[in-house]
């Protein structure tokens, strides 16, 4: 049961600049931080963003996250082939006293 | 460079129950600075947080699925496990265990590959 809302799909063609969004509310990212997820199926998910807007170490610089209030941003600037996947936002809700996941967002590169 | 493996039985039968084992390697379990988290992803669906486990063993569960679900940690065998009792089909789902960072990185950044358990008669 996700409780947090991304649009199901965007694309992009190469070299372009893709965003999605995730939609929550006060219990989650209102007043958490929010991660991001690359996941190709069949594969490990692997971390993007953590704490609304931090990149890990090896994580390019053209992935990019944002927060502001109850909904969070990713966005993909210049556009690569292998950058098509699925992509989940995640944040700990104080409600459920869990993690919440994403609906997910398929981005196609066209 | 940690790694995680999943590893259990990849059919089981309704009302019984799923057991999983993840074993961690180059890193210590026992580190106060991460969870040990499991997750899980339905056929064609998205993620959803089962629950986590501190190396001192107190854990944390979704709520859905908390009278169900067991998760405990063997710091000898750098070792966390995941029970689930009465499974249905729609425990039928590929099962991650993470890493969870609890200071600088607080976030899911080490995943294993993930394992499919189907619940099926």
């Known amino acids: 049961q996700s409780v947090l809302t991304q649009p199901p799909s965007a694309s992009g063609t190469p070299g372009q600049r893709v965003t999605t969004s995730c939609s929550g509310s006060?219990?989650?990212?209102?007043?958490?931080?929010v991660s991001w997820y690359q996941h190709l199926p069949g594969t490990a998910p692997k971390l993007l963003i953590y704490?609304?807007?931090q990149r890990p170490s090896g994580v390019p610089d053209r992935f990019s996250g944002s927060k502001s209030g109850t909904s969070a941003s990713l966005a993909i600037s210049g556009l690569h082939s292998e950058d098509e996947s699925d992509y989940y936002c995640?944040?700990?809700?104080?409600?459920?006293?869990?993690?919440?996941f994403g609906t997910g967002t398929k981005v196609t590169v066209l | 460079q940690v790694q995680l493996q999943e590893s259990g039985p990849g059919l089981v039968k309704p009302s019984q129950s799923l057991s999983l084992t993840c074993t961690v390697s180059?890193?210590?379990?026992?580190?106060?600075?991460?969870?040990w988290t499991w997750i899980r992803q339905h056929p064609g669906k998205g993620l959803e947080w089962i629950g986590q486990?501190?190396?001192?063993?107190?854990?944390a569960y979704n709520p859905s699925l908390k009278s169900r679900v067991s998760i405990s940690v063997d710091t000898s065998q750098n070792q966390f496990s995941l029970k689930v009792n009465y499974v249905t089909a729609a425990d039928t789902a590929v099962y991650f265990c993470?890493?969870?960072?609890?200071?600088?990185?607080?976030?899911?950044?080490?995943w294993g590959q993930g394992t499919l358990v189907t619940v099926s008669s």
């Open positions: 993470v890493r969870e960072g609890v200071t600088a990185v607080n976030a899911f950044d080490f």
């Open positions: 180059g890193g210590a379990i026992s580190s106060p600075d991460y969870y």
């Open positions: 486990v501190f190396h001192s063993g107190i854990t």
């Open positions: 006060s219990s989650n990212i209102g007043s958490n931080a």
């Open positions: 704490s609304n807007n």
């Open positions: 995640a944040a700990w809700d104080d409600s459920l006293s869990g993690y919440v």
